[in-house]
């Protein structure tokens, strides 16, 4: 199904980028994992004027790498300035910090660029390279900054003078006229983006956004010192030249600290993964703009392979001149607007400081998530004060209210539809039920939903803090509400990679399954015994007696092809009947072997049906092996399926689609019928009290009037890295980072002897899924939701722990969450054009009946679109990236 060549690059990359670019068959040419030549760059694609409030901006995006950069001025008095001189017509730039280039790696815009980290190293090394080659390149002309005045006694008749285009030449002609003050150029470049050759993107965005710009008229007083600006005619920026950067990356042969013993290849434009397996670049920065080509930067990183000679070869100057053609290409093209700001039927201001805007009720203010621009086209509407103002005066083709999982993914869904499309949420971050939260953030979540309520999403919540010893900053947890494994056969993969999503979300192997064993006369201490799921795992089990092997052997043959005949007569008939009956009576599997069975469906419920049951084991055999060795489900990683769901929005986003958060829908007027017989507008009024039109609305339940299942969950953060739960299980398989352990009925037990009357699970994750620092784990447990459930997820985590302790020390508890989820079947339901999904079930591994509400929400808001049917979640690239999928 497309995904696995990719899970492969991705938990292999070395080997498979090799594989790649040597080819065994000499008649296939050298490819890279992404599908591009050796020599085959991203093309660049530019977005001038882009944003309000600055001199000049442009949205740059290099493939999956994206970039905005505003450059703002502000003006400076000579007499202001320490080591001024007026002498000094050379240097001004440079000893003044004239240009003040700043680069910031937005939270979000990769997965290694986590919230509350620290600064790190690579946005104040762009900024220094981008410092250094504004004025090595002499990319502005000093004169292009310097606002003059001519005294009032050396010519009674002019003006107080301004900066127009003759300054220079008046300056030559009378001794009176002098420099007052400079304009100082503040370059911010964020990344919204992030995929590897992050200078060539951000130089590319440097040189569009200056191209851009236009500064004030100005003029000065002298008499109250200070300038005054004029936004009448401003006056465009000149850049004296045009250099381009070209980055090259080097791949070796293998992995030797010697890359010249082998094989290499070098690698134009890389992209992140590339990067990460290359020890050796080189950039060369070259202006075409005359009949020659001059190199103005040369410079190289690590290893050894590319000599001097190498980077000014023709090869090289070869690419560097194709690159500098293309660049240019993107950031000339004229552009018929007059206004800063983006163009596209309806009028949007974009801030740039955009990291609140006013709700316009009471004090609240609302967080803004800014999404990558895929092309000329703005993610948000936000015009400052008048946000709400600004969204009543448009007409929405759909209000999405909700940011949970389903909502997410019918906006990824009409993310090509060309709708306009509102998405709201009345919480402050994306994910509703299946969010991902810092531990602050899980603090005040908790607060919320304390109180008991059998209909809410979420409920009974409450926060234990052995003590804040050993816990890191609040930021670097991230908390899944709802973590579900996703099974390799699952066709939710199957809709990332067709809607061209998946590239954006990392999936991490999930290992083992566990069967949690209490203390015995033979082990005075519990035990966990990994479940085999294969023929090969029963052969090398050491715990299982052989006739209890071909026992479970042949049950495993049986569920692999049980929907085949004659296999569906033996289970139909008791197809509503407990599995543990069913494999006692037809397989012969007593005592402790139906626990190694049931644990396999991943299902709370102890006495989960003959049909049900052989479902959930069938797509865990068969997800095997799917996207490589030794795992059969997935994890996305830095926070599960709220990534997902992230992943959804940012793809509305990148579509056209508006999003406001903090917002919900508190009413909606009922449909009427106009005049000519159509269905006239909902009238949907936001809790902010503003009412919008729309012709669709879909929400979430948000509470269930039954709720088909109760689930308490305890989340605990852990001082341990238990690394023998993450061990491959056979070679070449990834190192896996979630690992699951079933705990039997009446394994565990409350202090006053109530025994568990349901299954328990634990999900193990480890530091690597992003969710806590290094030393640590984040334990998920949950089980059905009774009296006593809360106890005895208490008794599980502390057994776990015992068994998982090395020479007789427990790990330690450091943070732990307790709360109840509700859930429901996760369908859909439409009354005329307001559509509602209902609470999602709480399982452990996704539920595929959640894809196909999405898909009946899709057909409801797309009822009157022609071809409708063609496409659903089938999108092509929206640059031209070229996926070895395709080819």
């Not at 008991?452 to 609040?474: C, I, K, P």
Request: proline share 7%.
């Amino acid at each position: 199904m497309g995904l696995s060549r990719a899970t492969f690059a991705k938990l292999s990359p070395y080997p498979y980028l090799l594989a790649n670019l040597d080819p065994s068959d000499d008649a296939v040419a050298p490819a890279r994992s992404n599908g591009r030549a050796p020599d085959e760059p991203r093309r660049p694609v530019a977005n001038l004027s882009s944003l309000t409030h600055t001199q000049g901006s442009a949205v740059v995006r290099i493939g999956d790498t994206t970039v905005i950069c505003g450059v703002r001025g502000e003006t400076i008095l000579t007499r202001n300035i320490p080591n001024y001189r007026a002498a000094n017509t050379e240097t001004e730039l440079s000893e003044y910090n004239l240009l003040v280039p700043n680069v910031d790696l937005n939270t979000g815009c990769a997965p290694q660029f986590v919230p509350g980290g620290p600064p790190s190293v690579l946005p104040q090394t762009l900024s220094s390279r981008i410092y250094t080659l504004l004025h090595t390149s002499k990319l502005i002309e000093p004169d292009q900054l310097r606002i003059w005045h001519t005294r009032p006694d050396a010519d009674q008749d002019q003006p107080m003078d301004d900066d127009d285009d003759d300054g220079a030449a008046e300056a030559e002609a009378t001794t009176e006229r002098q420099v007052v003050a400079y304009w100082v150029l503040f370059i911010d470049l964020v990344f919204i983006s992030f995929d590897g050759n992050p200078f060539d993107a951000a130089w590319t965005a440097v040189l569009a956004a200056l191209r851009d710009t236009k500064l004030p008229r100005t003029s000065y007083d002298a008499d109250k010192e200070f300038v005054f600006c004029s936004r009448k005619d401003p006056r465009p920026l000149t850049m004296t030249t045009m250099p381009v950067a070209c980055t090259v990356a080097v791949f070796t042969g293998r992995e030797t600290d010697q890359p010249t013993d082998g094989k290499h290849w070098l690698l134009m434009d890389p992209d992140m993964l590339e990067e990460s397996l290359c020890d050796e670049s080189a950039t060369i920065v070259v202006d075409c703009s005359t009949d020659e080509t001059r190199i103005l930067s040369l410079s190289k990183h690590g290893g050894i392979v590319l000599s001097p000679k190498a980077l000014q070869s023709e090869q090289f100057l070869g690419w560097a001149t194709r690159r500098w053609k293309d660049v240019v290409a993107a950031i000339t093209v004229e552009t018929t607007r007059d206004s800063t700001a983006v163009d596209t039927g309806r009028q949007i201001d974009l801030p740039l400081d955009y990291k609140m805007i006013y709700s316009g009720s009471g004090e609240t203010y609302l967080p803004v998530t800014i999404f990558p621009l895929a092309r000329p086209s703005p993610t948000l509407m936000v015009a400052g004060m008048t946000l709400m103002d600004s969204l009543a005066d448009t007409r929405w083709d759909v209000v999405i209210s909700g940011t949970g999982l389903p909502q997410s993914l019918l906006a990824l869904a009409l993310s090509r539809s060309d709708k306009a499309i509102l998405h709201v949420d009345p919480n402050r971050y994306y994910g509703a039920a299946e969010a991902a939260l810092s531990l602050d953030e899980a603090d005040e979540w908790a607060e919320k939903h304390r109180e008991t309520d059998d209909f809410a999403a979420f409920s009974a919540a409450r926060v234990v803090r052995a003590s804040e010893e050993g816990l890191s900053s609040a930021r670097t947890y991230s908390l899944a509400l709802a973590p579900q494994l996703i099974h390799a056969r699952s066709p939710l993969l199957s809709q990332l990679v067709s809607s061209r999503a998946y590239r954006q979300v990392e999936f991490l192997a999930v290992g083992s399954l566990y069967l949690f064993r209490s203390p015995s006369e033979a082990s005075p201490l519990p035990t966990l015994s990994r479940v085999p799921s294969t023929r090969e795992d029963l052969f090398a089990d050491a715990v299982i007696a052989p006739r209890a092997k071909r026992k479970l052997i042949k049950f495993l043959k049986f569920v692999v092809e049980y929907e085949s005949e004659p296999q569906t007569d033996l289970w139909k008939p008791k197809a509503d009947e407990p599995l543990t009956a069913f494999l006692e009576s037809e397989f012969g599997l007593d005592g402790d072997l139906p626990s190694y069975v049931v644990v396999l469906t991943l299902s709370l419920d102890a006495n989960i049906s003959v049909e049900a049951g052989l479902f959930a084991i069938h797509r865990h055999i068969t997800s095997m092996g799917t996207f490589g060795p030794g795992f059969a489900a997935v994890y996305p990683k830095w926070g599960g399926m709220s990534e997902v769901a992230q992943v959804g929005c940012r793809a509305g986003a990148v579509g056209g689609a508006v999003y406001v958060l903090g917002t919900g829908v508190s009413n909606v007027q009922p449909q009427s019928t106009s005049e000519d017989g159509d269905e006239a507008d909902l009238e949907v009024t936001l809790s902010s009290g503003v009412t919008i039109k729309a012709g669709a609305l879909v929400e979430d339940g948000g509470r269930s009037s039954e709720p088909t299942a109760v689930v308490s969950r305890l989340i605990a953060v852990v001082d341990s890295s238990f690394s023998s739960l993450f061990q491959p299980v056979i070679e070449d398989a990834p190192v896996p980072c979630v690992a699951v352990v079933g705990f039997p009925l009446g394994s565990i037990a409350t202090a006053d002897g109530t025994a568990s009357e349901f299954m328990t699970y634990a999900m193990v994750h480890s530091s690597d899924t992003g969710e806590c620092p290094a030393g640590q784990s984040v334990i998920y447990l949950s089980t059905t939701s009774t009296p006593t459930s809360h106890h005895l997820l208490e008794v599980a985590l502390s057994s776990l722990l015992a068994a998982s302790s090395v020479e007789d020390k427990a790990p330690r508890p450091l943070y732990q969450l307790y709360y109840d989820q509700a859930g429901d079947t996760g369908s859909f339901s439409a009354r005329g054009r307001v559509g509602t999904f209902t609470l999602p079930p709480p399982h452990l591994a996704f539920p595929d009946v959640v894809l196909s509400s999405v898909r009946e929400a899709w057909d409801m808001v797309s009822t009157h679109d022609s071809g409708r049917a063609e496409g659903y979640m089938v999108f092509e690239d929206r640059e031209d990236v070229v996926d070895w999928d395709d080819s």
